[in-house]
Nanobody
């Protein structure tokens, strides 16, 4: 049974950077496309980014394109989200999940979810 655990969140100033990790256990990550989704209070859930099972294809929401980079290291059974030029609007709980990938991030078929990691961007 696949399990996902996010880590790397924290408090960062605007313009700063964080790298989130999504570590898998219980199954090889090679089989799964992985999406990052964020949830902020009083905002809709937003798909942020997605990466195909092989890592050959990536996609991003317009709100993060050019600032965030998704990658994966299947040998380490881990997916990463490098977040640069962070803005207060990026504040949210970030989740990784198995998903289908669309052109602007994950596009449904969510399966296994991690527990989430809090990202707070504030001065």
């Amino acid at each position: 049974q696949l399990q996902l655990v996010e880590s790397g969140g924290g408090l960062v100033q605007p313009g700063g950077s964080l790298r989130l990790s999504c570590a898998a256990s219980g199954d090889t990550l090679d089989y799964y496309a992985i999406g990052w989704v964020r949830q902020a209070p009083w905002k809709p859930r937003e798909g942020v980014s997605c990466i195909s099972s092989s890592g050959s294809s990536t996609s991003y929401a317009d709100s993060v394109k050019g600032r965030f980079t998704i990658s994966r290291d299947n040998a380490r059974n881990t997916v990463y989200l490098q977040m640069n030029s962070l803005e207060p609007e990026d504040t949210a709980v970030y989740y990784c999940a198995t998903a289908y990938c669309g052109v602007a991030g994950p596009d449904g078929n969510f399966g296994t979810w991690g527990q989430g990691t809090q990202v707070t961007v504030s001065s």
